[in-house]
């Protein structure tokens, strides 16, 4: 527990799983090139972490490897990683933003959960989905960009991001899971690329602030309590397209006077 900086040198090619776990007081480390991965649990709830290079030697971040290192304030992923397993960045707080190269494919669930002031998330074009609970509780969240790959937006992917104003959805997405964007209470509009064939349960419910809705002809169904409490939505535009909706998908949208279907 009193370990404060550490170097790996370039004989070393590999490190167990969870290496550092709980070094609370590391707040450096230097990795050789000679590493291909950052390993599970690797730098588990090293709180005083500050500040990491990742060499571009390393192709994966393993679930949980920096998770809880709420010191981190920035973090570089290098251009050759292609995957960032679950939880490896759960809890840091420290973190304001991060870019996601294009080479990355998969980002497990839970990533990001609970990095209560990042603020700016750009994902790559490689990216094939958000997977459940990626950006779970990010409250500070207020910019997302997403990449032309991205297919599927799993559950809980933005619940509680409640500083999120504004996210384009890119045509690539054919669905949007539950909850999906519950309790994004500062989102002011959002599009419905006519792609989406499914809207899951509560997927915009709670999204408070949430005045413009435009669905595109194209979206075949829409889950229970879609947009439940949207109080602040005063109309909205069915296409023809859709052909089933969940109970009660307008539930407590108080300002709701107008639905109009095409």
């Known amino acids: 527990s009193g370990l404060t900086s550490i170097t790996i040198p370039d004989s070393v090619t590999s490190i167990g799983f969870e290496a550092f776990h709980q070094c609370t007081e590391l707040t450096s480390i230097i990795i050789s090139d000679s590493i291909t991965s950052i390993g599970n649990g690797f730098f588990w709830d090293c709180r005083n972490l500050t500040s990491i290079i990742i060499p571009d030697s390393v192709t994966s971040i393993g679930h949980l490897a920096f998770s809880g290192c709420s010191g981190l304030t920035s973090i570089t992923i290098p251009e050759n990683v292609t995957s960032i397993g679950n939880g490896a960045f759960r809890a840091c707080n420290g973190l304001t933003s991060v870019a996601v190269p294009d080479s990355v494919i998969s980002i497990g669930s839970k990533a990001f959960v609970n990095c209560e002031n990042l603020s700016l998330i750009k994902l790559g074009d490689s990216l094939a989905s958000i997977e459940s609970q990626v950006f779970f509780n990010c409250r500070a969240l207020t910019s997302v960009i997403i990449g032309n790959s991205v297919t599927s937006i799993g559950e809980n992917a933005f619940n509680r991001c409640r500083s999120l104003k504004a996210i384009t959805i890119p045509d690539s997405v054919t ?37 413009s809705v435009t ?24 296409p023809d397209s859709v052909t089933s909706f969940g109970r009660l998908p307008f539930m407590s949208c108080k300002s709701l006077t107008s639905i109009t279907f095409f």
């Open 215 to 238: 669905i595109g002809n194209g979206v075949a169904s829409f889950g229970d309590y879609a947009f439940q409490n949207c109080a602040s939505l005063t109309s909205i535009t069915i």
């Open 175 to 211: 669905s949007i899971g539950s909850y999906a964007f519950l309790n994004c209470r500062g989102l002011k509009s959002i599009t419905i690329p006519a792609g989406v064939t499914s809207v899951g349960d509560f997927a915009f419910g709670d999204c408070t602030g949430l005045r």
